[in-house]
């Protein structure tokens, strides 16, 4: 079996080292059927920003598990920041980015 390819931006990083398929991200939002779009987008080795395009907003309790399931999977020190968007901007060739990485280690 082979395992399929992602870009290299799109791995998360931590601040422990560990790489992240962005497969993990998109599973954690398996459920939510208020959710028209999202993307994670991290900004630092220990931040991630959720944009979410959405029919009714995410519960506190949905938001404290997802930061929980974070810490617990993949770096203790991770925050997760929530952000409520009218629209996710495609990339210039009109594809949708889930998750976006930091370009390279740092």
């Not at 598990?65 to 993949?74: C, F, T």
């Not at 495609?90 to 280690?105: E, L, N, Q, Y």
Request: aromatic content about 6%; glycine content about 6%; charged content about 25%.
């Amino acid at each position: 079996m082979e395992m399929a390819l992602c870009r290299q931006n799109d791995l998360i990083r931590t601040t422990c080292g560990k790489t992240v398929h962005p497969s993990y991200f998109n599973r954690l939002l398996y459920g939510q059927t208020q959710i028209r779009q999202y993307q994670w987008v991290q900004s630092d080795l220990d931040r991630i920003t959720l944009n979410l395009v959405v029919d009714r907003a995410l519960n506190a309790e949905t938001l404290a598990s997802l930061e929980k399931q974070l810490r617990g999977d993949v770096d203790a020190q991770m925050v997760l920041e929530v952000r409520l968007l009218d629209a996710i901007p495609k990339t210039v060739s009109g594809k949708h980015r889930f998750v976006i990485g930091m370009a390279g280690p740092r």
